[in-house]
Nanobody
Framework: VQLQASGGGLVQAGGSLRLSCAAS????????VAWFRQSPGKEREFVVA????????YYADSVKGRFTISIENAKNTMFLQMNGLKPEDTAVYYC????????????????????WGQGTQVTVSS
């Protein structure tokens, strides 16, 4: 399984970006998928997760109402639409996929995901 993340960049506060994560070797729709992020000097942080077959979507409180996860099945690609960006959203963003179906208590845990993209840098200027 390979995950190729892209779409990061530099944006002003209040702006938008859409991150992409193209997958090969595994069907995203039938997988639990997620986005995490990590800032310098900080631990990896959960952003959003989507259970297999869309049976639940979970957002970190810090991004709820601003970020949206989606999957385009035809392209086997997941997206993270980020609106209303804030300087505190600055981080390297990673997409992740699990081999197993995850229950609610597991979806926010990075150790439950088996495959990771290489990360894409998002920088939000004030």
């Amino acid at each position: 399984v390979q995950l190729q993340a892209s779409g990061g960049g530099l944006v002003q506060a209040g702006g938008s970006l859409r991150l992409s994560c193209a997958a090969s070797g595994r069907t995203l729709y039938t997988s639990a998928v997620a986005w995490f992020r990590q800032s310098p000097g900080k631990e990896r942080e959960f952003v959003v997760a989507r259970k297999a077959k869309g049976l639940g979507t979970y957002y970190a409180d810090s991004v709820k109402g601003r970020f949206t996860i989606s999957i385009e099945n035809a392209k086997n690609t997941m997206f993270l639409q980020m609106n209303g960006l804030k300087p505190e959203d600055t981080a390297v963003y990673y997409c992740a996929v699990s081999r197993l179906g995850l229950i609610t208590s597991q979806v926010r845990r990075g150790d439950q995901y088996d495959y990771w993209g290489q990360g894409t840098q998002v920088t939000v200027s004030s």
